[in-house]
Every structure is written in structure tokens, then in C-alpha cells.
């Protein structure tokens, strides 16, 4: 199933340093692009309209919170965007995801694995890298959806093991059976994403109940402000 023909694909390019003893790539620039332009466009008539109400009500205290907040996750999440990399050494592999950290010696990678694989309900395709152990076991994997495939194919050619490409794409399930241990703790387990997605909602809920009261308004549990 697997050939060591490139499947090629049409992704940003990367930021890439490289110097004599180290290799590495950033994620995709699009990622912060796109999310600064998602909280912007979600942020300014919200909190405009908020402002508006809360200024009439004497209440703009309790919206600057908010807003403080926000802007809080929002600065979090550009620094660790930045900090984000994967770095190839002569002696190690360094994923700097943008929670966790891996470290892999870089002699353990016997071969590398690049696949594309369909997103959940879509024809569009995905890249999937990973690196795997001479037992098959995956020493760490990138996706597709914060790494470029260019970005991909640098961190393999630094690596130099033998790299492994599918020619055709696949679903979730069909990489999964060829990778079983690739999957993040949270994939592939529907329950835990709608609990997931419940309780953010019911957490959104109580965040505009809660601004309802703060501008005098009747909340949505029934509670009143002032």
C-alpha cells in the first residue's frame, strides 16, 4: 500500500530556518491569519453592542471584564502560535506543539509515513505525517491542519529515514487501522467531542445569562439585574 512516491500537494510555504547542525518549520501562518480575523470579526459588533447597552445602564464595568478576558485568550493564543516548532538536530527531534512538547531521539525514526486523508463529511483532503520506530510504533505525528506539507517534507528530509507516501487518499478509519496509535487521546471519540461541545455551550450560556444581569437585563435562568 505504501510506495516512496510523493504525493505532492499545493500548501503555504512554511517559515523555515536552516543551519549547519539544525533544521525546523513553523505552523502555517494562515492558522493566525485566519484567527485574528475570526475574533475581530466576532469581537467588534459584539462588544460595540454590549457597550452600547451597558453605557445606558451604567454598567460598562462588568463588559470590560468580559472583554478583558477575551482579548486575554486571544494574546495567549498569538504567543503560543509563536512558540510553536518542530526542529530537526543531528541528534534529536523537538515538536513544540502548541500544549505539549515532544522529544525523540533522532536515531530511533526508521521510516517516515505521509498519507492524506478525507476531512469528517467532506471530499477535502488533509495531510498526516508521522514518524514511526523500527517496531512500527509512531514516535510523533504532524497533521495537515497546522503543518504545511512542504513544511513536512523538510522535517523528513532532515530527518533522512526512509520516507513512505500513500498514493491514493484515505478515511480517518483506514489510517487509523494502518496507524492505530497515531490518534491524539481525543480523536476518534465522538462522545467526547459533543460532551465537549455541550458544555462549551452551556458555558456560553451562563457567560451571556451573566452579562444579561450585569446590563439589567432579565437573564436567560431566569435571574434579573438590579
Not at 460595540?48 to 451604567?58: C, E, I, R, S
Not at 525523540?104 to 505525517?129: K, M, P
Not at 522535517?155 to 494502518?178: C, K, Q, W
Amino acid at each position: 500500500m505504501w510506495s516512496t512516491k510523493n504525493s505532492g500537494g499545493i500548501v503555504a510555504r512554511p517559515t523555515r530556518v536552516t543551519t549547519d547542525t539544525a533544521t525546523s518549520i513553523r505552523p502555517r501562518e494562515s492558522l493566525l491569519r485566519n484567527g485574528l480575523i475570526s475574533s475581530i470579526a466576532a469581537g467588534v459588533p459584539l462588544f460595540g453592542v454590549l457597550y452600547w447597552m451597558a453605557f445606558d445602564q451604567g454598567t460598562w464595568g462588568s463588559v470590560f471584564v468580559v472583554q478583558f478576558v477575551f482579548l486575554l485568550f486571544v494574546v495567549i493564543g498569538v504567543i503560543r502560535f509563536h512558540a510553536a516548532y518542530v526542529t530537526v538536530t543531528e541528534t534529536s527531534i523537538t515538536k513544540q506543539a502548541f500544549a505539549t512538547r515532544t522529544v525523540v531521539d533522532r536515531d530511533e525514526v526508521a521510516n517516515v509515513l505521509i498519507a492524506h486523508t478525507y476531512r469528517n463529511g467532506s471530499s477535502d483532503t488533509i495531510a498526516q505525517f508521522v514518524a514511526r520506530s523500527a517496531d512500527g510504533s509512531t514516535l510523533f505525528r504532524l497533521r495537515g491542519v497546522y503543518w504545511s506539507v512542504e513544511g513536512m517534507q523538510t522535517v523528513a528530509d532532515a530527518i533522512g529515514a526512509p520516507v513512505f507516501t500513500e498514493n491514493d487518499p484515505l478515511t480517518m478509519e483506514e489510517f487509523y487501522r494502518i496507524v492505530p496509535d497515531a490518534p491524539y487521546w481525543y480523536e476518534g471519540k465522538p462522545a467526547l467531542v459533543i460532551g465537549g461541545i455541550v458544555a462549551a455551550f452551556i458555558a456560553s450560556l451562563g457567560v451571556v445569562s451573566w452579562l444579561m444581569t450585569a446590563l439589567g437585563l432579565p437573564g436567560i435562568f431566569g435571574t434579573h439585574g438590579g
